[in-house]
């Protein structure tokens, strides 16, 4: 059983792979060199890949030894999955697995934006005491709207009510008996405008598909608070950027905290680089220690259930 793995993976998970038989070939930088890739994978049982490699119909109708794909994470918009499923190549997933270190950085993005301590810090080390210049605002009583009510948005919710916070959300796939309507008490509204002019914090938990692109633009935009801030842990494309930065810009909203954008890495030419009230962080949200170990045992320990012939609960 051969693996081949593209982008980065924790040791953890090449651990497993190998306790599992595989014979594992790893170059975190594969997935920048296409024709090398192209070549390589058609000697290979098993392909890793992490959000950069394009897993197109190419790549995987020249993987003609393929058995499973394993996505080290759960955004799977780099996958053709109706080509993966056309060429009965099943697409297994890290899920849940980073769930957490995504809600924690939400909450580190709402407690920032109302007191960012860093620029106290930054103040007395330029050799000043100014307390009435740092004293920001509490997060208890203000509202967060998340627009997406599945795994992350959970995770989220039960964090902000700990906060003392109102927690509305926006999620047009749920039923009213969905756990998270009867049981955690976040208040489902009907439509997005009705989150997006109520929020004080606006959180994004979608994933990106043809529905959800530029699902926040201008008019979207233009619906929030002035003093109200937008963040993005889903996908770059969910927020149309242009208007985004116009946003800023003109103050129609108080701040943006982003941690994925539609190209990645950052253009120089992005405009949002130039905006002093957007936060941008490279893809982070889901990368801490632990997370990365949980998601690389588990895909490891995923594909080579498929490969093996056994059935795997993270198929998507
Ligand atoms: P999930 O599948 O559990 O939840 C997504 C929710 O979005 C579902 O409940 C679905 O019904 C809802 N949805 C779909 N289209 C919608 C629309 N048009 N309007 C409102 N709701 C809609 O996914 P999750 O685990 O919560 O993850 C969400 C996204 O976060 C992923 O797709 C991934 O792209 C992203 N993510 C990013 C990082 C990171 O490091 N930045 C890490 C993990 C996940």
Redesign the pocket.
């Known amino acids: 059983m051969r693996v081949l793995i593209t982008e980065i993976i924790w040791n953890e998970g090449i651990e497993e792979l190998i306790k599992q038989g595989f014979e594992v070939d790893y170059d975190e930088t594969l997935w920048k060199q296409r024709e090398k890739l192209l070549d390589m994978v058609k000697d290979y049982d098993a392909l890793i890949v992490r959000n950069q490699t394009k897993v197109d119909r190419e790549l995987l109708n020249a993987g003609i030894q393929l058995k499973v794909v394993g996505r080290l994470?759960?955004?799977?918009?780099n996958i053709d999955t109706a080509q993966a499923k056309k060429r009965g190549i099943p697409v297994v997933y890290a899920r849940?697995a980073?769930?957490t270190?995504?809600a924690e950085y939400v909450m580190n993005a709402v407690l920032s934006a109302n007191r960012p301590l860093y620029l106290a810090d930054e103040d007395i080390k330029a050799g000043n005491w100014n307390r009435k210049s740092f004293t920001g605002g509490e997060i208890a009583g203000k509202t967060i709207g998340l627009?997406?009510?599945?795994?992350?948005?959970h995770r989220v919710a039960k964090r902000a009510f700990a906060f003392g916070m109102n927690v509305i959300g926006?999620?047009?796939?749920?039923t009213e008996n969905d756990y998270i309507v009867t049981e955690t008490g976040v208040q489902v509204k009907e439509t997005?405008e009705e989150v997006l002019t109520q929020s004080d914090f606006i959180s994004i938990?979608?994933?990106?598909?043809p529905?959800?692109h530029y699902?926040i633009s201008e008019s979207e935009l233009n619906l929030m608070k002035s003093t109200a801030f937008i963040i993005n842990?889903?996908?770059g494309g969910i927020i149309n950027e242009t208007a985004l930065a116009a946003a800023l810009n003109q103050h129609t909203i108080a701040g943006a905290f982003l941690?994925?954008l539609e190209v990645e890495p950052i253009s120089p030419s992005n405009k949002l680089l130039f905006c002093e009230t957007a936060m941008i962080t490279p893809?982070?949200?889901?990368?801490t220690e632990e997370s990365q170990i949980r998601t690389s045992v588990l895909v490891a320990k995923e594909a080579g259930k498929i490969v093996k012939g056994e059935k795997s609960l993270c198929v998507i």
């Open positions: 994470g759960v955004g799977l918009d849940h980073n769930a270190s995504v627009i997406g009510l599945g795994e992350i948005s926006y999620d047009p796939y749920i997005l938990h979608v994933p990106l598909t529905a959800t699902l842990t889903s996908r941690d994925v893809h982070i949200a889901g990368l």
